[in-house]
């Protein structure tokens, strides 16, 4: 909402400049976005031209004498319409435009330039308010403007402006009228009366006219007539209060409409009577309905949409938009007054689809109905005093509104318990004064009544941030509250989670949730339902990720592009699905490598399946659950991982997640992945961390190198040799796996075994034998042979 | 004799001095003092020299002897030292060469300042909570007193994926969560940190974002007020934007609060002087707050005769980008290893 200072003044007295009058509004929770001049420009002056000729070194240029009240200048000119006698508004050296350019004493070609002669859109003013020939050159002034006096003065154009970003639920401060009553509270000013007299004549309008609503959605609707009006340029303080407010001034009868919407918040709908005839109705639109609305566009409407229609056809959108059949031209001679209330939501749902503009803003705020009857009087007024027009007796009315003012009991105490303050009853009283709010007192209890403007205001609450406003916030001192001591709480397991990936050497990332549906399915063999959404911004992101690998993998991508070889990068975040009619959504925890893992002098490591196996195994200890998992191949192939090198994590019989390289078919470079599901892990309880006794006696290491067939998984050796090792055998690492041509199906792998007791120092008596059923057991069961 | 004794001592120390390491001299050792080297062989035939002069040559030959055996142990001792110099010598590095490097992960600028966020509030007793991204409109919008209708319940503004779910566009719908699931209607104090989401993509705002919400709520006879909330985030934003920062509340309107204030703190970037990020206010616009709803305590089984609380929330982003004075909002999610990896260390306290 743009606030035309002039406008404001006249309904309050406002003493303050206009910035402080800017900051003050803030303050009581009106933030603005601007606050100037209307006319930015500085150091304009009027002045006459007394001599034009064309600059010699140039075919648009003119060099032009202006006499500028105390001194006559030499101004280089290239707008096409200057000439000699006129009067124009001249921008002296040291003046600065709105476009940031300060007028210096030049040379142009050759020709002394010691000012600028300017159009209007060059101190200010949009071109959309300008005639064709302001648009195109500078202004000509009337031949009466005040050599040497201040054009924007003279053109009534010395206005400020504020533009207020105002909150949601403030529809009153949609008006000059709604903003006096605002600047009164603050500056303890009464706001002064909406001037409605004006004469009537003729037979009472209700005679001839009938209002017709056949739909909830529309609570009140008044109908006024003038007659004989003529149609003209609006004043100039019309004219320049619409600019001021960003409207544009079109002739004075469509002017005061606007005039009377900016001034009372109320929109007003002009009819061209004649064109009308004798009735009108306000009616859900049927659908497959048209109407040309007065912007040329046929639309189509539906049966969410409220019309007005002369009672046969659709003459206008309510609240959004007339029709072009019935709208105000050169020739309307009686106008039909519409002030009306329809439903915010159907109206906001109406703009959205057409048009958002100032009228439909102040319908889906809501409106008072008191003003309505305000604001119709009112536009009789003006319509009589500015456009001639004989204003027929008259108001024919349907109103279903309720208009009892609300009355809220609050205490003192109430205020102060949840403001935290002290504050008297006078004080409290005071700013209900102040807000021009009647109450009555019984001891310490208030009731206040509350004016039909303030729409916002409904419960004991409202009240007590109406005291905090104006009271101000700025004289609440802040504490810390007084409440029971107790101990917060954080799960800390993610964080561990991440602070371990982080010493693994990986990057965390934070990618996007919303990724392209072609993707969606990728990198797993879970069967669930994608979720896409309705509206999306971008086809490229239109479904949620069920796994985070599609997102880590666009982020390799990104790096790869930028010449990053090296990417080790994890993230935990959500995936989401649904199944079997349910949504959900887990928290996962993906990891990508690819690379160098470590980098030393003659000591590198390229990232490869067992490195990542590595770091999720890593984090699977580090929760609690080594020994409790294995590595297997999946059930089912997955199409975008490498066939060979790709296992599922299995805790306790329950897949958990997943770990691979990708296939080479989509990533040349070897790239591994693993996905871990955070919440099926975490479900499964771990045991509690306990000291074991350590043993006193040392243990014996051996170790034993096997050949057996390749396709024998380390999981099977490991089985055997567990089960053969018995109670002595206290730990077995494989630490060397060898395959060649000579060995041909067969590859040679060596193990340390540790032995150990907890209570006597073992021999070699007491160990080779375990070695020796050991080697049988392999030799038995997997058909290995001791290399010797 | 004597003279003959006095030659060997001399030809062994001449000897002893030529030698060049250790097997030398083990072997020279041997050819000294041996059984078969010259000395012993003396000593051997002490039994034909006169008997009064025996005691005399024999302590001579054992005096040479003793003398022997320390120059050699003296070489010894020498020549390891060298070797041993020798050997470290030669095991010399560049010790300015560079250490292998281990790699060093990095955290993500954003979950640095969520935990920082978390651990400030746990101090202060509140419950770190946590709630789905995958919101209804009823936890995100209805028991927050957005009505249906409600101009932010706009299908526009938000990503819907039926009528009913959508992604959350506020951590507010976490208070109702946390509401409805006390069932014993006890004090709450919460925090909730995560992902957030709208339909807008621009410069300065991403379409994910992150977001905390803070909610406290307690007996009405504890006074729980607006004095408290403002105490309340006068410690957070001296914590997270820094000492010096001063707060302005300006009363504004949030369905879910009442009375409702958006909170300034003072330009990060000009100390609030006035700059272009402040737009020359010297303000920047960080946080919303205020007394939560009494629709919303009732809707959520709270009675506002009996309960009161207040409620803030801001986004964590521009925070995290203050903090490290990241220039763009775009390198938070692009995910630039160059930029995640500047990340790697332990904030300065």
């Known amino acids: ?788 | 004799m004597k003279e003959k004794l006095e030659k060997i001592k001399e030809s062994a120390k001449e000897s002893i001095g030529k030698i060049q390491n250790l097997q030398e001299l083990q072997d020279l050792k041997v050819k000294l003092l041996g059984k078969k080297s010259e000395l012993s062989t003396m000593l051997k035939s002490l039994g034909s020299i006169a008997a009064e002069e025996r005691p005399k040559i024999g302590s001579l030959v054992n005096e040479i002897r003793n003398e022997i055996e320390k120059s050699i142990s003296d070489a010894e001792k020498a020549l390891k030292e060298q070797a041993l110099s020798q050997k470290l010598e030669k095991e010399k590095i560049d010790i300015t060469a560079p250490g292998t490097k281990v790699k060093r992960g990095s955290k993500h600028p954003i979950n640095r300042v969520i935990e920082e966020i978390q651990d400030l509030f746990v101090s202060m007793g509140y419950d770190v909570v946590d709630g789905p991204e995958l919101e209804t409109d009823e936890f995100c919008f209805e028991r927050l007193n957005l009505p249906d209708g409600h101009p932010a319940r706009d299908m526009q503004d938000s990503f819907y994926i039926t009528n009913e779910y959508l992604l959350r566009t506020q951590t507010s719908a976490v208070q109702a969560r946390t509401m409805l699931a006390n069932t014993e209607k006890s004090p709450i104090r919460m925090v909730c940190t995560g992902k957030t989401y709208r339909r807008e993509d621009d410069a300065t705002h991403s379409h994910q974002f992150n977001q905390v919400e803070g909610l406290v709520i307690d007996k009405k006879e504890l006074n729980v007020s607006l004095a408290d909330l403002k105490g309340t985030l006068e410690v957070f934003v001296k914590k997270m934007v820094g000492e010096k920062s001063e707060l302005r509340f300006r009363p504004s309107y949030f369905p879910f609060t009442e009375p409702s204030y958006e909170v300034d703190v003072t330009c990060f970037k000009c100390g609030g002087k006035g700059c272009p990020l402040c737009k020359k206010t010297g303000w920047i616009e960080l946080l919303g707050a205020g007394m939560v709803h009494p629709n919303v305590l009732k809707m959520n089984g709270y009675d506002p005769e009996k309960y009161a609380g207040f409620a803030f929330g801001t986004g964590i982003d521009r925070l995290a980008m203050f903090r490290y004075g990241i220039t763009d909002m775009r390198y938070l999610y692009t995910n630039d290893v160059r930029f995640l990896s500047q990340f790697d260390r332990k904030d300065e306290e």
């Open chain 1, 1 to 788: 909402m743009r606030l035309s200072k002039n406008f404001v003044k006249d309904y309050v007295d406002v003493q303050a400049d206009l910035k402080t009058l800017a900051e003050d509004m803030t303050r009581v929770g009106n933030e603005y976005d601007s606050a100037e001049k209307l006319i930015p420009a500085t150091k304009l002056v009027i002045g006459k031209v007394l001599e034009c000729k064309n600059h010699p070194d140039s075919d648009h240029l003119h060099c032009c004498k202006v006499d500028v009240g105390n001194e006559v200048l030499n101004i280089v000119c290239g707008a096409p319409n200057v000439r000699e006698n006129i009067k124009v508004i001249v921008a002296l050296a040291g003046a600065e435009l709105p476009n940031g350019l300060v007028i210096k004493k030049s040379n142009i070609r050759g020709e002394e330039s010691n000012g600028m002669i300017c159009a209007l859109y060059e101190i200010g003013l949009d071109k959309k308010f300008l005639s064709e020939e302001d648009k195109n050159g500078i202004h000509i002034l009337p031949d009466d403007a005040p050599v040497g006096k201040d054009p924007v003065e003279y053109l009534k154009l010395d206005d400020e402006v504020i533009d207020f970003e105002l909150t949601a639920n403030r529809g009153d401060l949609l008006s000059i009228l709604g903003m006096a009553y605002e600047i009164g509270a603050i500056y303890d000013k009464k706001v002064k009366e909406v001037d409605l007299s004006h004469r009537e004549s003729g037979d009472d309008l209700n005679n001839s006219f009938e209002v017709r609503v056949n739909t909830d959605n529309c609570k009140l609707f008044l109908a006024r007539k003038a007659l004989n009006v003529k149609i003209k340029e609006s004043p100039d303080f019309i004219k320049n209060r619409l600019i001021a407010s960003d409207i544009r001034p079109i002739n004075n009868v469509v002017d005061i409409s606007n005039y009377v919407m900016l001034e009372l918040g109320q929109p007003l709908h002009f009819y061209d009577a004649d064109r009308l005839g004798n009735c009108i109705e306000t009616r859900m639109a049927k659908s497959g309905e048209k109407l040309t609305t007065l912007d040329g566009i046929e639309r189509n409407l539906e049966d969410t949409d409220i019309v007005i229609s002369d009672g046969t056809r659709a003459i206008g959108l309510a609240g959004v938009m007339g029709g072009l059949d019935t709208e105000i031209e050169e020739t309307t001679k009686n106008v039909l007054i519409e002030a009306a209330i329809f439903d915010s939501v159907k109206v906001r749902k109406t703009s959205k689809k057409i048009v958002r503009s100032e009228a439909s803003n102040r319908f889906e705020k809501g409106l008072d109905p008191n003003r309505t009857y305000m604001a119709i009087e009112r536009a009789v007024k003006l319509l009589e005093e500015y456009a001639d027009a004989t204003v027929q007796k008259g108001t024919v009315v349907y109103d279903k509104t309720d208009k009892t003012e609300k009355k809220i009991d609050i205490g003192v105490k109430d205020i102060n318990d949840l403001l935290g303050t002290n504050i008297s009853k006078a004080d409290v009283l005071d700013v209900f004064r102040k807000l021009d709010f009647k109450y009555t007192e019984n001891g310490d209890l208030i009731t206040v009544i509350v004016p039909t403007r303030r729409l916002d205001i409904s419960i004991k609450e409202d009240l007590i941030e109406e005291v905090g406003r104006i009271y101000g916030v700025d004289n609440i001192e802040g504490k810390l509250p007084v409440v029971p001591m107790k101990i917060g709480s954080v799960d800390r397991t993610q964080r561990e989670i991440r602070d371990r990936m982080i010493s693994l050497g990986l990057n965390e990332t934070l990618s996007y949730v919303l990724i392209n549906d072609k993707d969606v399915h990728k990198y797993t063999s879970d069967s669930f339902e994608e979720l896409k959404l309705l509206d999306p911004m971008t086809e490229e992101r239109n479904v949620l990720r069920y796994s985070l690998i599609p997102s880590l993998y666009k982020i390799y991508e990104y790096n790869k592009a930028h010449y990053i070889k090296d990417v080790s990068i994890f993230e935990i975040g959500k995936g989401f699905f649904k199944k079997e009619e349910k949504y959900g959504e887990n928290t996962k925890l993906c990891a990508l490598m690819t690379g160098e893992y470590y980098l030393g002098i003659n000591n590198q490591k390229q990232v490869d399946f067992y490195v990542i196996k590595g770091v999720a195994e890593e984090i699977l200890n580090y929760l609690g659950y080594e020994g409790r998992y294995s590595f297997c191949l999946p059930k089912q192939n997955i199409a975008e991982f490498h066939p060979g090198q790709v296992a599922e994590i299995n805790v306790n019989g329950e897949i958990i997640g997943i770990v691979g390289r990708i296939h080479p078919e989509i990533s040349k470079e070897p790239v591994y992945v693993f996905e871990i599901n955070l919440d099926t892990l975490l479900a499964k309880k771990v045991s509690k961390m306990k000291f074991k006794e350590i043993s006193i006696y040392p243990n014996i290491k051996k170790d034993i190198a096997i050949i057996l067939d390749k396709n024998i998984t380390s999981d099977e050796i490991s089985k055997v040799i567990k089960k053969s090792g018995g109670n002595l055998l206290v730990n077995y690492e494989m630490f060397d796996v060898y395959e060649n041509a000579s060995l041909g199906n067969r590859k040679s792998v060596a193990y340390s075994l540790t032995f150990g007791s907890n209570t006597k120092t073992l021999t070699d008596d007491e160990v080779n034998p375990v070695i020796e059923k050991i080697v049988e057991s392999l030799e038995k069961n997997l058909h290995a042979e001791l290399r010797k």
